[in-house]
């Protein structure tokens, strides 16, 4: 299981349920790096997307303590869901929000895709600093790109202590 997202200079990663910044270059990055995979999410995640409708192309696993309508597979406990993305080729599994579910997720994943942004965002929701966690190294970094204004670069940590599953 992998996570995805994009964060600000002090790993926010939104505001007001929404994204912070307006990235067309990372939003081609999540497409392409997602489409045809399984994104794992919250509840408020799924309601943030346009007419709170679940992502083309994927399969959509939602952790929700309630059940939710539509296309999608409804989990209501982790370990539901560990079991759910057991089906699954562990690469083809994206952990893509929000921040409850990346705290609680981000442990379990092998590598975690992030899109820096040198910019603070005014965040309200923050995921854990992995360049302060002893578990994760960054073992790639892109070169800085301009994107809608902003420097950005793509970044893959690898989880040295997953846990298992």
Request: hydrophobic share 40%.
């Amino acid at each position: 299981m992998r996570a995805i997202f994009h964060a600000d200079k002090n790993w926010g990663i939104g505001r007001g349920n929404d994204l912070m910044f307006r990235l067309p270059l990372d939003m081609k990055f999540f497409r392409e790096t997602t489409s045809g995979k399984v994104v794992v999410m919250g509840l408020n995640t799924l309601r943030s997307f346009p007419g709170g409708k679940p992502l083309k192309n994927r399969t959509n696993v939602v952790l929700s303590p309630e059940d939710v309508e539509g296309d999608v597979i409804t989990v209501h406990s982790l370990e539901e869901l560990l079991e759910q993305v057991k089906k699954y080729p562990e690469e083809d599994v994206f952990v893509i929000g929000g921040a409850s579910v990346y705290r609680l997720l981000i442990p379990y994943c092998t590598q975690v895709l992030v899109t820096r942004v040198d910019a603070v965002g005014g965040a309200d929701t923050f995921v854990p600093d992995l360049d302060a966690d002893e578990h994760f190294r960054c073992v790639s970094e892109s070169a800085p790109v301009e994107d809608n204004g902003y420097t950005i670069r793509f970044c893959t940590y690898q989880n040295l202590a997953p846990k298992a599953f």
